[in-house]
């Protein structure tokens, strides 16, 4: 069961914090923590992203985001994927 889970927005040179590229969330629990992107295939997968991000990577920037606003990116990504889908 999760102890705490953290929200990030991802952005890169092609997105902004108004409208990131994905979200990310690092999940924390007694056995340790992993890290969860949002993927193209509208669900939630392991990511290396962040820990690359800590150890130097700066391709993507990641901002704390909360949940509802989280689940925003995440609807927003359905509906892009809907839409694609027509």
């Given at each position: 069961m999760a102890n705490k889970?953290?929200?990030f927005a991802i952005t890169d040179e092609s997105?902004?914090?108004?409208?990131?590229?994905?979200?990310?969330?690092?999940?924390?629990?007694?056995?340790?923590e992993v890290d969860?992107?949002?993927s193209r295939n509208l669900t939630w997968e392991f990511s290396p992203l962040l820990y690359s991000a800590e150890?130097?990577?700066?391709?993507?920037?990641?901002?704390?985001?909360?949940e509802a606003e989280a689940n925003e990116i995440v609807a927003r990504i359905r509906a892009?994927?809907?839409a694609q889908a027509e």
């Open positions: 889970i953290t929200y997105s902004s914090p108004a409208r990131p590229s994905g979200v990310l969330r690092r999940v924390e629990t007694d056995e340790g969860e992107v949002f150890n130097g990577d700066l391709t993507n920037d990641f901002t704390e985001v909360t892009e994927a809907a």
